[in-house]
């Protein structure tokens, strides 16, 4: 697309395509403002002198204080007539170079423009704000102030002292209602009451305020609460699928009385905030995260440190995005009163989600759904990340059949590459340094519910019957051949759910089941994941479904293995709701089948009790292999695979008949083979066929067993 096809989005204005003043414009007219607040508060001074408000003289004979009170009530004035002359010149003055600079900066943009813009400010309220704000860059102004005020313990700038600099010309009611709590000024944060009542609780601007006027470019926030981002690439630059577009596109013209509300939902890498951030560029504004998760007082159900969030972002012409909603707690309390705060929240709001998350805002909104990039896609965002900083992969379509990661995470991976490893000129070398860096972004996505198993056995080494090795030759072909089956084949619009690859791995125990898994990732070049049940489930409501969220995300994210082992502990059968212990265990299992409907990874279950696990997931599965107790043929193969070449051997070794007499399952045998070396070992003797007896004997007993005979179970 050209960019005459993306208008600058008018939901997130008010904007203007005008120049804008650079810093030294800016700084040239705070100098106007300087020039006019200093004469406002000199000509404040001078009519105190002239009426006697301000002054030391005192009248032989007169009471204490009479001049100051005859000015309170306005009966005397006169006293320096030539002063206040000379005030009125100076503002005069004042108000003249005001309108040279005015001048100067014709067709430009000027802060004080967009915050009138952006907050409906009236005349009266923008000088009252400029009044307010000369404290904080002048010293001098602020002394004038402290002066006119004349009280020790009044603030520096207050209600009383506005109508003094202010004068006659400006009605006291109107200032009075400028200043109301209901008033943009008061209401939108661009300045806070202090404490006291009117007219002597201060004011005083807020710090966003001071660097907005300054022409500051704030790119960051100055207390650090907030992560102010610029767009990395243009909407021009952003590969987006075609409903994409035709939907930002119809979002970017749309004009409504209503804030606007924009809401991007997908999986975790997709480009969601690398989206919002171009649009908000596109607007001449910056996108600024507010991860509600991380706000204090949410924790104790407070939504203060939210509100204050949203009005920062506003006062500094940030675009906020709201993150972390799904971490959430689960109180319907607390989301209510989330749901007031945004609802309330007069500015534009954009939010990240999950894929499935529902967004806590009233109807309105528009959402926006990122689809999953296909193979090819991806394929095609690799080349383009990859050339933009002038690599060459080996390998770029193994990248992306391997790695099922969105835009977002690709450019990512290819900026956070190393120096070294990008000029490498070897392009195998940059694969390995990609393959790596998407690791490390799995593994700390993964991390606190799964453990990565390093050492993978080879699928040549197992010992297997022929029916199984046909199963997994199987399972390997549809991972090699997924985007050519339904990409290229237009599978897709057939298999509308259920497209990831699931496998339910059942057998007694020491069948081989988690070693195959293994074996299947390391022929596919796949890192393996075991989930730790223990780390999963919580007896937090909620928190169950929101750990397996974050492991089915990953592993569709990178198209790792995950593993989950004893699986009937979790995938248990639906029970009869007899108790709320009873419903939320069933809530779920629901959970784990209307996953695995949408489950795009690789995901293996492992069991010894079949029984235990719900028909509706038996009827989700891609396979189901059983693993039989091997048979004598297949026992002897297996104690010859456990038992290297590099062992010594004492004589020559009857694995024939070990197989025949002892029912052995292959955990079992390579058990036996290990005991059996360190007895060997331990004894400084080679391998003996003694050895291995007495080694079945030790896991005999070990299993619970009183006889050297039958299956260990």
Request: with cysteine; proline share 5%; glycine share 8%.
């Amino acid at each position: 697309m050209t960019s005459d096809a993306w208008p600058a989005p008018l939901p997130f204005l008010p904007r203007t395509d005008e120049a804008r003043c650079d810093r030294a414009d800016c700084l040239m007219l705070l100098e106007r403002e300087r020039l006019l607040a200093a004469a406002l508060a000199l000509r404040g001074v001078a009519r105190a002198w002239d009426s006697g408000l301000l002054g030391e003289q005192r009248v032989e004979g007169a009471p204490p204080y009479e001049r100051e009170v005859l000015a309170l009530i306005g009966a005397t004035q006169g006293l320096t007539p030539e002063r206040v002359t000379e005030a009125d010149g100076a503002v005069q003055e004042a108000m003249k170079a005001r309108r040279e600079i005015d001048e100067h900066t014709r067709g430009k943009v000027r802060p004080i423009d967009l915050l009138t813009s952006d907050f409906d400010l009236d005349g009266l309220a923008r000088m009252v704000l400029m009044l307010v704000a000369a404290p904080r860059f002048w010293g001098e102004v602020a002394q004038l102030y402290g002066i006119l005020a004349s009280g020790p313990h009044r603030p520096t700038v207050d209600e009383h002292l506005l109508r003094l600099l202010l004068g006659y010309r400006v009605n006291l009611h109107d200032l009075a209602t400028v200043l109301d709590p209901d008033q943009p000024l008061v209401r939108a944060g661009l300045i806070h009451v202090g404490d006291g009542e009117r007219p002597f609780a201060g004011y005083a601007v807020d710090p966003l305020v001071v660097h907005r006027l300054r022409g500051d470019a704030l790119d960051h926030d100055p207390e650090g609460v907030l992560d102010v981002l610029d767009a990395s690439r243009t909407l021009d630059e952003l590969r987006l699928a075609p409903m994409v577009v035709e939907a930002v596109r119809a979002w970017s013209t749309r004009t409504t009385a209503t804030p606007a509300r924009l809401v991007v939902r997908a999986r975790p890498g997709a480009g969601r905030r690398t989206l919002l951030a171009a649009l908000a560029r596109a607007a001449g504004r910056r996108l600024a995260m507010v991860k509600v998760d991380q706000l204090a007082d949410l924790e104790r159900g407070g939504t203060a440190a939210l509100s204050r969030a949203l009005i920062r972002c506003r006062l500094a012409g940030w675009v906020p995005c709201l993150d972390g909603f799904e971490l959430l707690p689960d109180d319907e309390r607390l989301r209510d009163r989330v749901r007031h705060v945004l609802d309330s929240f007069p500015g534009p709001l954009t939010m990240r989600l999950g894929r499935d998350a529902r967004p806590l805002l009233a109807p309105g909104y528009t959402q926006l759904d990122l689809p999953e990039l296909s193979e090819s896609e991806r394929l095609a965002v690799w080349s383009d990340a990859l050339g933009a900083r002038d690599l060459d992969a080996a390998a770029t379509a193994a990248l992306a059949a391997r790695w099922r990661i969105g835009a977002g995470t690709i450019h990512r991976v290819v900026t956070g590459l190393e120096a070294p490893a990008a000029s490498g000129g070897d392009g195998g070398g940059l694969n390995t340094a990609i393959d790596r860096a998407v690791s490390q972004h799995l593994e700390q996505r993964l991390g606190d519910v799964a453990e990565r198993i390093r050492t993978l056995p080879r699928l040549t080494d197992m010992v297997l019957p022929p029916d199984i090795e046909d199963s997994l030759t199987e399972f390997l072909s549809r991972m090699r051949l997924n985007r050519k089956v339904f990409e290229e084949w237009g599978m897709t619009r057939v298999a509308t759910s259920a497209r990831g690859l699931t496998a339910l791995f059942q057998g007694p125990p020491g069948t081989g089941k988690t070693m195959v898994a293994g074996a299947l990732a390391h022929e596919l070049g796949l890192d393996l994941y075991r989930v730790d049940l223990s780390r999963v489930m919580s007896k937090w409501i909620g928190e169950t479904e929101q750990n397996l969220a974050s492991v089915f995300a990953a592993a569709e994210e990178s198209q790792a293995i995950i593993l989950f082992d004893e699986a009937d502990s979790l995938f248990t059968k639906r029970t009869e709701v007899k108790s709320s212990t009873d419903r939320f265990a069933n809530l779920e299992v629901n959970y784990l089948l209307q996953r695995l409907d949408t489950f795009v990874g690789v995901a293996i279950l492992t069991t010894n009790l079949s029984t235990g696990i719900d028909a509706a997931f038996k009827r989700r599965l891609s396979f189901r292999i059983t693993f039989p107790v091997p048979d004598e043929e297949q026992r002897e193969r297996l104690w010859h695979a456990h038992l290297p070449p590099e062992i010594p051997r004492g004589e020559r070794l009857d694995l024939a008949e070990l197989a025949r007499k002892y029912e052995l399952a292959g955990g079992s045998i390579r058990n036996c083979a290990v005991r059996a070396a360190f007895l060997a070992a331990a004894e400084q003797q080679a391998l003996t066929q003694d050895h291995l007896r007495r080694a079945i004997r030790l896991e005999y007993r070990s299993a619970g067993k009183l006889t050297d005979s039958g299956t260990i179970e």
